[in-house]
Nanobody, 123 residues
Framework: QVQLVESGGELVQAGGSLRLSCAAS????????MGWFRQAPGKEREFVAA????????YYADSVKGRFTISRDNAKNTVYLQMNSLKPEDTAVYYC????????????????WGQGTQVTVSS
């Protein structure tokens, strides 16, 4: 079974930066798109960013465009989310995800999920 393990979440002040990592293992397909979702307290899980395995295509939620950057290192089987200019509204549990479907579908969901890592942005 596919296993995704996130790391890097922590408490950070508004305006600061964090980089989240997602290490993938198990029986994954090398061409599967990967992405990040987040869920704030009392809210539904929402799409944040996605990247094709080659890195040639990326998608971002409007709320994070210009601030977050998704990237990957296939040699390490790892996906990253660089988060800059963080706002209190970014506070959420961030989930790494892998999709068996085309990258454009990841705005609506994914197939495999990590356990999540907490990001808290203070004022």
């Amino acid at each position: 079974q596919v296993q995704l393990v996130e790391s890097g979440g922590e408490l950070v002040q508004a305006g600061g930066s964090l980089r989240l990592s997602c290490a993938a293992s198990g029986r994954t397909f090398s061409n599967d798109p990967m992405g990040w979702f987040r869920q704030a307290p009392g809210k539904e899980r929402e799409f944040v960013a996605a990247i094709s395995w080659s890195g040639s295509s990326t998608y971002y939620a409007d709320s994070v465009k210009g601030r977050f950057t998704i990237s990957r290192d296939n040699a390490k089987n790892t996906v990253y989310l660089q988060m800059n200019s963080l706002k209190p509204e970014d506070t959420a549990v961030y989930y790494c995800a892998e999709s068996l479907r085309p990258i454009w579908t990841m705005r609506r969901g994914a197939d495999y999920w990590g356990q999540g890592t907490q990001v808290t942005v203070s004022s």
